[in-house]
């Protein structure tokens, strides 16, 4: 620990959160969930984040009256023990807290604009090869247990599909009810996008209903996934939960030689095969649901041999033995 962040660690103010600053919090939180949107997860992670800046301001300071280098003391007690990707993150919190106040008339400036955030280090998206791919499929698909055909329609889901955990896991089931080639679900921020689904896609998800229907806890569940406490009475009607499923995702890596997996892997996976197959970023994108092409971009990156062979095979230069230069 460098003595910067010794100094600052120890400066640390160890009273709770101010009252004033909680009743903010909660009418920033409020206002974001009836605005845009978003989703619980979301929600609480803004929470924390804004929690844990007010705990770190020096003294008797507090976010409703905290000035520029009160929020850079906030920055150096997260730089201790955080890693530049996670201060931006709360960083990004923290300034849409301070755009709130002065929205709101609460606070006449927004000292967070004087902040710099912390360089990120360039880190690309881990995915599989296809043939870990397939060995993922060939595994589940070896398993016509009610479990395994599960985990199929899962794989097909994530990877074929490219959906985000949270999406797959609030799929319902009526949503299957006509074999569509596409279905229409909720990505982040409450924005709707259509998703395409292959013929595989559609069977392993048939496969599973046929299972899932048959099961009389199961088939009162209005979701694809149910969790596995809907046959408990006393609890209500949910889908799987996201750990749930890392979990089953996980073991399914492992058994199939590929090691750990995570669903995100998968939907990785999906992006890097599809645009190394000939995807255009732009239709990657809205099959992605990517607000920003940027985010999308990062793919790029993960293969360098394909942008070498895209030039190599389109460029009227590239072959110097047919054109005369």
Do not use: C
């Not at 009743?23 to 939180?29: K, N």
């Not at 931006?88 to 008339?105: D, H, N, P």
């Not at 319902?172 to 924005?191: L, Q």
């Amino acid at each position: 620990m460098t003595p910067i962040g010794q100094q600052a660690k120890r400066q640390h103010k160890a009273s709770a959160l101010s009252p004033d600053d909680r009743r903010l919090i909660t009418s920033f939180l409020d206002a974001m969930r009836a605005e845009k949107g978003l989703a619980a997860n979301t929600i609480a992670a803004y929470d924390r984040d804004l929690t844990s800046a007010g705990l770190a301001l020096p003294s008797q300071k507090t976010l409703m009256h905290a000035s520029a280098n009160d929020l850079r003391h906030v920055l150096k007690i997260w730089s201790v023990d955080l890693t530049a990707k996670t201060v931006a993150r709360k960083l990004s919190a923290l300034r849409q807290f301070m755009i709130f106040l002065v929205a709101e008339g609460i606070r006449d400036d927004d000292p967070s604009q004087y902040l710099d955030a912390p360089k990120q280090p360039k880190s690309l998206p881990k995915s599989l090869d296809e043939s870990e791919v397939t060995a993922l499929i060939t595994t589940a698909s070896q398993d016509q247990t009610p479990q395994g055909l599960m985990l199929m329609a899962m794989l097909e889901l994530l990877y074929g599909a490219g959906l985000r955990v949270s999406e797959m896991t609030q799929l319902e089931a009526a949503v299957f009810n006509r074999r569509n080639d596409h279905i229409t679900i909720r990505g982040k921020g409450g924005k709707d996008r259509v998703v395409m689904l292959t013929n595989a896609a559609l069977d392993a998800v048939e496969s599973w209903l046929k299972t899932r229907d048959g099961n009389p806890d199961a088939v009162t569940s209005r979701y694809l996934f149910p969790s596995p406490k809907t046959n408990d009475p006393k609890s209500p009607d949910q889908p799987i939960n996201r750990v749930e499923v890392y979990g089953l995702i996980r073991q399914l890596g492992v058994h199939a030689g590929v090691g750990a997996v995570t669903p995100h892997m998968l939907r990785h996976s999906f992006a890097t095969h599809m645009l190394n197959r000939g995807a255009d970023l732009r239709s990657l994108q809205v099959l992605l649901g990517h607000a920003d092409i940027s985010t999308t971009e990062i793919y790029t990156k993960t293969r360098d041999d394909r942008l070498s062979g895209l030039v190599h095979d389109t460029h009227p230069l590239a072959r110097s033995s047919d054109v005369d230069v």
